[in-house]
């Protein structure tokens, strides 16, 4: 959630002619991984009412699809659990390098190098999401947590939808 709010916000505004129906809320998702990979235990933290989605039609939001793990368990709760209609993601970043799991986000923004990006909602470690653009994270800025280039998700948490 945290990560998209940027994208989020500025997306659903320039969304013409402004819909009728729509409808937004928020799922919180946060994989826990050994240190620097997620290990695909995706914890989601909602108050969603499953009646509030029970044959919608469901775009999620994302900031960054990477192994795909958290987009692929947040899409299979509103089908599954809750009885979405449909359920399509628009992505700002498609990191499709790192695909652990095969998804094709509907609406890609651009796609990712593998690299650890910031800014513009992106964090690592919860800091940078105030930048106004986004950036790659210099190797140096996590060197000292032992992490190798390209997957600095040291936290031993990721992922904020
Ligand atoms: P996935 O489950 O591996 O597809 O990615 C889940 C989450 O990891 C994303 O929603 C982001 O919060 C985070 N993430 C993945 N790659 C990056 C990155 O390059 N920068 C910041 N966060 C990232
Ligand atoms: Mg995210």
Do not use: Q, W
Not at 10 to 28: H, K, Q, Y
Not at 43 to 49: A, P, Q, W
């Amino acid at each position: 959630m945290k990560g998209c709010v940027l994208f989020f916000a500025d997306l659903v505004r320039a969304i013409e002619p402004v819909p009728r129906g729509l409808t937004m809320d928020f799922i919180r998702a946060s994989s826990y991984g050994s240190g620097t990979e997620s290990t695909g235990d995706v914890k989601l933290k909602t108050d969603l009412k499953k009646e509030k989605v029970a044959g919608r039609h469901v775009i999620l939001i994302e900031d960054i699809v990477d192994t795909a793990l958290t987009i692929t368990t947040v899409a299979r709760h509103l089908t599954e659990e809750c009885g979405a209609a449909s359920v399509a993601t628009a992505t700002l970043l498609d990191k499709h390098e790192r695909r652990l799991l095969a998804y094709r986000p509907e609406y890609v923004g651009f796609v990712c190098p593998n690299e650890f990006v910031i800014g513009y909602g992106l964090d690592f470690d919860e800091e940078y999401r105030s930048l106004p653009y986004i950036g790659v994270l210099k190797p140096e800025c996590y060197a000292h947590l032992g992490i190798a280039a390209a997957s600095p998700d040291g936290s031993g948490e990721s992922g904020d939808e």
